[in-house]
């Protein structure tokens, strides 16, 4: 019975490998002229200032709904993208799209110090040319580098080769865009490396927000972080803050901004738009 039971289990796994890499080459297939055929969209998701509960900015993210897919999420079909290759160009149809929204934004009356957060895969930052394309993507558009942000994950980074990454990030930093390190602790990179990253701000990940207040290694990772930040000069955003309570004990450590459905769940740009405006309106009286 136990051998037939491991026989068992073993073809269900094969199964589903087999299920898995089918689902790969069906969004390989379908990815392949999502671009050009105009399945993608980019929503927004404020990220607000823990202190005065104001959006400061927001990270767009990539929605896509394929005519025979259906809505696939980012989580799957970004690996995928990497995989094949597509990621340079969706990755390049991502930037000019948030940074155009980001111009139009800023003359439609949003503050001046708005900014939209773009995230970047390893692949694209690895393309030679990458800090002159922002650059050329940023004077096309007309919009300020310092009102865009540039998201790359802590694992994407501590797989690199460090000279190499820290030049690039370096090149990128002194066109005027910032620099922030997503996902941060989940990447196993060490302290020194992070110290020489030439980054602006530290995302901490949604995983250990999602234990806080009370679970004390969630507060003893998030506390550590905080502090960690605050020695490097980073600014520090929480991701996946869903709760009153995780604000509250954010912004009590020193986190200086939170992101996350307690605030606002990602939305279309214009529904974005007006309820940036709507929440800056001051006060009539
Ligand atoms: P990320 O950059 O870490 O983005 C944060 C993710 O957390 C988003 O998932 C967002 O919708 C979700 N989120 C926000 N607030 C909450 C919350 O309060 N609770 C929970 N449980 N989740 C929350 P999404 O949109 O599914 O994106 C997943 C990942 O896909 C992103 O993680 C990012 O790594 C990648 N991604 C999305 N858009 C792009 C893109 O344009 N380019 C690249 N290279 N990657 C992208
Ligand atoms: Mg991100
Ligand atoms: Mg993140
Ligand atoms: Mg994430």
Not at 61 to 88: D, K, Q, Y
């Amino acid at each position: 019975a136990v051998a037939a039971e491991g026989g068992n289990a073993s073809r269900v796994f094969r199964a589903d490998q087999a299920g898995k890499l089918l689902e790969r080459l069906e969004i390989a297939h379908a990815l392949r002229d999502a671009l050009s055929a105009g399945e993608f969209e980019l929503h927004y998701q404020a990220k607000v200032d823990l202190a005065t509960q104001t959006p400061i900015g927001a990270e767009a993210l990539l929605r896509w709904h394929s005519p025979t897919l259906g809505r696939v999420s980012p989580a799957v079909f970004i690996p995928v993208a990497e995989e094949t290759g597509l990621i340079i160009d969706i990755g390049a149809w991502v930037l000019r799209d948030a940074c155009r929204r980001m111009k139009a934004w800023l003359d439609a009356g949003f503050p001046a110090d708005f900014r939209v957060a773009v995230n970047v895969s390893v692949q694209q930052f690895r393309q030679p040319d990458f800090p002159e394309m922002v650059r050329a993507v940023l004077e096309e558009t007309g919009l300020p580098a310092s009102a865009l942000v540039l998201e790359m994950t802590e694992s994407a980074l501590a797989g690199e080769d460090d000279a190499g990454m820290v030049a690039t990030l370096a090149m990128l930093r002194m066109t005027g865009v910032s620099l922030s390190i997503d996902d941060f602790g989940t990447g196993y990179s060490s302290l020194s490396y992070l110290g020489r990253l030439p980054a602006d701000e530290l995302k901490i990940d949604q995983s250990f927000v999602r234990g806080l207040p009370d679970t004390a290694g969630s507060q003893t990772i998030v506390n550590a972080v905080i502090a960690m930040g605050r020695d490097l000069g980073m600014k520090l955003v929480a991701e996946g803050v869903e709760t009153l309570a995780q604000g509250d004990y954010l912004g009590g450590q020193g986190c200086q901004v939170g992101q996350g459905w307690l605030f606002a769940k990602p939305l279309p740009a214009d529904d974005f738009a007006r309820w940036v405006l709507d929440a800056r309106v001051p006060e009539a009286g």
